[in-house]
């Protein structure tokens, strides 16, 4: 729900009227040049600016394409626009902006790269200096935020091509002040399976879908099974073929917060605080049979299996941000080539990854996970290690340009020195010791671009700082039927 904006020159009308009583009706002579004031500024204080707070929703639905522009003089301050960018060149930053007024014409509108003729200045649709911020339209799929930079011609038919340059999102939503957490529309994303027998499943509100076997899915998430076979290590049996099964389900939301209040030097150039990072709950459920081959020269084998894509809008009062969001989904394995396993984990949880900006501190990393797990399935066979993640890698951007990459990795690593079998129970038999643990690996930085914000340019990335976290699912040794010394479900703080 859109809050009420301020009517900055609501005042005006009282003031004038002020003005001429003070003046025009007074019975007090009009003071000379050499006259000294009676009254002080100290007497009459002028009040202090309210700072116009902002909603962050998602657009409404079935709407046309949102535009917000800030027109040259406004001090940054944007409205709400019915021009349409018709097409955007972001190499060149060509583009041409359409009226509404624009009548139906069966020829489509000019490409940026071709010059119309030029018009008399009656036409143009936007003047020098002009911002616009559009959410995603022909020929720019991730939205535009640009500035004017010059006019080339207008056509009678209301289309302006204009040459532009990037903007900044403070010169649009000046001194105001904005924060909120929006869903991304998870029938929305794009998805790019990159192996056999990907699978996708979602749920939005009075669209349900169900996952597989006839799982109902949470409103709001996104689910996607994988299974796939893995390389397996060199001289194991037939029986011995490793393979991976599970799903990864996700709720993601876009945090974004602004504030206008500026650097403290009273000029407003930049704002005084920002934040944009992606946040959700997470659920996953995965097994690792077989004996997985030795990493790669030291490395882990990685296996990405389905590619995600999304552009979801935010509007931040009359302005439309355009996040980019992509998701990697994939399996990835580290082990020794010894161990034979048959392991399967459960678990639940969130996260939260970002970057945060105040003038005290400049940019600063944010980067939280709290995450459940337990074992379902634990056996292993023959001495030896193995580690397998089923993760996601992020990027989060505004109008094209990345933010904050962040990884996310949620493991199983099992551990033998022996033979060992176990259960979800805890129980089993063991010859020797072995150990099951599960665990959260997280990474990422904070990218150059984060000063789309207006806020002062950092020279290089900003590590989000490894959060790592591994915790005991179960245990056991010696020749006999054990119970793990550890419960079987384990939660790891949220740390920051």
Not at 143 to 162: F, N, P, R, S
Not at 224 to 244: F, L, Q
Not at 277 to 299: F, I, P, V
Request: proline fraction near 9%.
């Amino acid at each position: 729900m859109h809050r009420p904006r301020l009517k900055r020159h609501a005042l005006l009308p009282a003031v004038t009227l002020a003005a001429l009583l003070a003046t025009g009706c007074s019975t007090n002579p009009p003071t000379t040049a050499t006259d000294t004031p009676t009254t002080s500024a100290a007497e009459t204080p002028e009040a202090a600016p309210v700072q116009e707070q902002l909603a962050v929703v998602s657009p409404p639905s079935g709407t046309a394409t949102p535009t917000a522009v800030a027109d040259e003089g406004e001090g940054g301050t944007a409205k709400r626009s019915s021009l349409k960018v018709a097409s955007y060149d972001r190499k060149s930053g060509r583009a041409v902006i359409k009226a509404p007024s624009a009548g139906a014409s069966s020829s489509p509108s000019p490409s940026p790269s071709s010059s119309p003729s030029p018009s008399p200045a009656k036409h143009a649709t936007v003047a020098v200096g002009d911002i616009i911020a559009s959410a995603p339209a022909p020929g720019a799929p991730d939205g535009v935020l640009a500035e004017v930079t010059q006019v080339v011609g207008a056509t009678e038919d209301g289309d302006t091509t204009v040459e532009t340059e990037p903007a900044k999102l403070n010169s649009v939503l000046g001194a105001s002040k904005a924060a909120g957490t929006v869903p991304v529309d998870p029938s929305a994303m794009e998805v790019e399976p990159l192996v056999q027998g990907v699978k996708v499943s979602w749920a939005k509100t009075g669209d349900l879908h169900f996952g597989p076997e006839g799982a109902k899915l949470p409103l709001g998430s996104l689910r996607i099974d994988v299974g796939a076979v893995i390389a397996t290590a060199e001289g194991a049996p037939a029986s011995a073929a490793a393979s991976v099964k599970g799903f990864v389900q996700l709720a993601p939301e876009v945090e974004f917060s602004y504030d206008g209040s500026g650097s403290g030097t009273g000029t407003g150039a930049s704002p005084g605080g920002a934040f944009l990072g992606l946040s959700g709950d997470w659920a996953s459920q995965w097994s690792l049979k077989g004996r997985a081959a030795g990493s790669t020269d030291g490395q882990p084998i990685r296996i990405p299996f389905a590619e995600l894509h999304s552009d979801p809008v935010i509007q931040v009062g009359p302005v439309p941000v355009v996040v980019n969001l992509d998701l990697t989904c994939y399996i990835q394995v580290n082990a020794d080539g010894r161990v034979t396993v048959d392991v399967e984990q459960g678990l639940k949880g969130d996260f939260r990854v970002g970057g945060t900006f105040s003038w005290a501190k400049g940019w600063t990393p944010v980067s939280e996970s709290d995450m459940t797990g337990e074992p379902l399935k634990a056996r292993v066979t023959a001495a030896g290690d193995v580690k397998a993640a089923l993760g996601a890698e992020a990027t989060v951007g505004l109008y094209g340009t990345v933010g904050v990459t962040a990884d996310l990795a949620p493991y199983i690593r099992a551990h033998a020195d022996a033979s060992a079998e176990g259960s979800a129970d805890g129980t089993g038999t063991v010859t020797g010791a072995y150990a099951l643990y599960g665990g959260v690996d997280l990474t990422g930085s904070l990218q150059l671009q984060l000063t789309i914000f207006g806020t002062p340019v950092f020279q290089k990335k900003i590590p989000l700082g490894a959060l790592h976290h591994e915790w005991p699912l179960t245990e056991g040794g010696g020749a006999m039927t054990t119970k793990p010394t550890t419960p079987t479900k384990q939660s790891q703080p949220k740390t920051a």
